[in-house]
């Protein structure tokens, strides 16, 4: 099986900045695309930011030139570089991978998220 694993959320004041990792362990043949999510009280799960194996990136608009994500394919891990943080960040930061991996001898392909960190920005 796989298992992401996520850390780097907390608590930051305004303008603050925090990185958040997320780490891909087990039989994994390739990872696919990577992502990082968010969720808000009361507010759906929205995408933060992308990165397809080829390097292409999309950021959602409230977050361009603000924060940044990159991949270690090495380590198996993607990263969301958060700066200039506003409370209106506030949300439970999530992790998606798509990736293959062996299970049962056959390989899979799937959409694997992380189990979430919380980040809060106090004004």
């Known amino acids: 099986q796989v298992q992401l694993v996520e850390s780097g959320g907390g608590l930051v004041q305004v303008g603050g900045s925090l990185r958040l990792s997320c780490a891909a362990s087990g039989r994994i043949f390739r990872i696919n695309g990577m992502g990082w999510y968010r969720q808000a009280p009361g507010k759906q799960r929205e995408l933060v930011a992308g990165i397809s194996s080829g390097g292409s990136i999309n950021y959602a608009d409230s977050v361009k030139g603000r924060f940044t994500i990159s991949r270690d394919n090495a380590k198996n891990t993607v990263y969301l570089q958060m700066n200039s943080l506003k409370p209106e960040d506030t949300a439970v930061y999530f992790c998606?991978?798509?990736?293959?991996?062996?299970?049962?001898?056959?390989?899979?392909?799937?959409?694997?998220w992380g189990q979430g960190t919380q980040v809060t920005v106090s004004s």
């Open positions: 998606n991978l798509d990736l293959t991996y062996y299970s049962g001898g056959y390989q899979r392909t799937d959409d694997l």
